[in-house]
C-alpha cells in the first residue's frame, strides 16, 4: 500500500487534560475505548502489520485493519474499513492516524482521516458527523471519568450517497 496516495480529508485537533500514555491506552485498549466509543471496543495488535478491529457492543465486527504506524505514545496509524459489504472495493481504504503530542499539561491529540481517492462530502459526513462525538467523549472519559451520551446513526445523506453508488447499507 503506498502510503502517499492518502491524503487527508479531514483533521482534527483536540487538547486534553491528561499525559499521552493515558491516550495511547485510551485509543489501543479494548476495555477504556468501550467507555468513550459508545460501546464499541478497539483491539489493536501491537505492532507494525498488526491488526486492527473494532467490535460492536455486542461483539460483532465493525471495523477491519492494519497497523501500519506503531510509536507508543506518540503516534498510531490504522487502515479503517468499516465491515459494510462492496464500502471497501468502490470506496478504498480509510487511514486513520492519531498523533500524540504533550503541550505543557496538556496532549494535543491530533487525528485525521485519509483517503486514496476523491470522495463526496456525502459519503464523508460519516466521519464528518462520528469522529467529533467519538473524540468528545475521549476527553470526557480522560478528564471527568465519564463518557458523553450521544446518539447517533448513520447519516442519511451518506446512506442515499451510498445507496446511488449500489452500495448495500445496514
Known amino acids: 500500500m503506498n502510503l502517499d496516495q492518502f491524503k487527508p480529508l479531514t483533521v482534527y485537533t483536540i487538547y486534553i487534560a491528561s499525559t499521552p500514555q493515558k491516550v495511547w491506552e485510551a485509543l489501543t485498549s479494548a476495555e477504556f475505548s468501550r467507555q468513550y466509543f459508545f460501546g464499541n471496543t478497539v483491539e489493536v495488535e501491537p505492532r507494525l502489520g498488526g491488526a486492527f478491529i473494532v467490535r460492536t457492543p455486542d461483539g460483532a465486527l465493525h471495523i477491519s485493519g492494519e497497523v501500519l504506524a506503531y510509536d507508543p505514545p506518540r503516534k ?3 487502515t479503517f ?8 472495493e468502490k470506496l478504498g481504504p480509510t487511514l486513520v492516524t492519531y498523533e500524540i503530542e504533550q503541550v505543557g499539561d496538556a496532549v494535543r491529540l491530533t487525528m485525521s482521516e485519509g483517503h486514496d481517492r476523491p470522495l463526496s462530502d456525502d459519503i464523508l459526513e460519516g466521519g464528518r458527523q462520528g469522529w467529533p462525538a467519538i473524540l468528545s467523549s475521549l476527553k470526557s472519559v480522560l478528564e471527568t471519568g465519564k463518557p458523553l451520551v450521544v446518539k ?6 451518506m446512506l442515499d450517497a451510498l445507496k446511488a453508488m449500489g452500495i448495500k447499507t445496514p
Open 76 to 78: 498510531l496509524s490504522v
Open 81 to 88: 474499513n468499516v465491515n459494510w459489504p462492496e464500502l471497501i
Open 152 to 157: 447517533m446513526g448513520p447519516p442519511q445523506r
